[in-house]
């Protein structure tokens, strides 16, 4: 079947410092990857949308420099928080399917970040 | 900019009753709906999707969309512990989805 693996489960990092987090797409192409944020009230918001061989195209409120993504081939891609201050606490979770409408986004357990 | 509101916020039904929650989207050209389920400390997960006015059932899971009134619900029949979770509709564009605002559901045994 088709799994989606996210790692770090959890992470902790101090204020004005940076974390990368990973997803890997098994079973499946993962030709479009989405990233969103989940907030503590459960709400999500969507950071960007990367499909491969395509630009990737970053939401209003998110940019290239504070949330840098790599989607090189068709099962891997990854996120970077940098600069993480406490408004970027939150669940970071990677979605991802094969191609666009109609198919199903398969996501990981998602990267919980903390900010000290 | 697409708005999803999903009510209620949260739900309580007895073990074995019927739940139903909604879900209103604002954006007429919506053309793909789905309803997603997220237990604590995992992600969100895909239950079922619509595209097609009217209902559609998988097992205990009845969707029904009606674009013209902007609305789609999902009722659970003989709600178990189990789906004691938090449930999503997400409006998908072709490109991206949309998630609405959730609903909490706590089935009590």
């Known amino acids: 079947g088709a799994l989606v693996y996210q790692y770090p489960r959890r992470t902790i990092c101090k204020s004005g410092t940076s974390m990368r987090m990973e997803c890997q797409a098994v079973?499946?192409?993962?030709?479009?990857v989405a990233w969103y944020r989940q907030s503590p009230q459960k709400t999500f918001e969507l950071i960007a949308l990367s499909t491969v061989n395509s630009a990737i195209k970053y939401e209003q409120n998110f940019t290239q420099e504070k949330f840098p993504i790599s989607h090189p081939n068709l099962s891997f891609s990854s996120m970077t928080v940098l600069n993480a201050y406490l408004e970027d606490r939150g669940l970071y979770l990677c979605?991802?399917?094969?191609?666009?409408?109609?198919?199903?986004?398969?996501f990981g357990s998602g990267t919980r970040l903390t900010v000290l | 900019q697409q708005k999803v509101q999903q009510s209620p916020e949260s739900l309580i039904v007895p073990e074995g009753g019927m739940a139903s929650l909604n879900c209103t989207f604002s954006d007429r050209n919506s053309q793909y709906f789905w309803w997603y389920r997220q237990h604590s400390g995992e992600g969100p997960k895909a239950l079922m999707s619509i595209f097609s006015n009217g209902d559609k059932k998988e097992g205990r899971f009845t969707a029904h969309l009606n674009k013209a009134s902007l609305h789609v619900s999902l009722h659970i029949k003989d709600s178990q512990p189990s789906d004691s979770a938090l449930y999503f509709c997400?409006?998908?564009?072709?490109?991206?989805?949309?998630f609405g605002t959730g609903t909490s559901l706590l089935v009590d045994p």
């Open positions: 079973g499946f192409q993962a030709t479009s």
């Open positions: 997400a409006v998908d564009m072709g490109y991206k989805l949309t």
């Open positions: 979605g991802a399917r094969e191609t666009g409408g109609a198919e199903t986004l398969y």
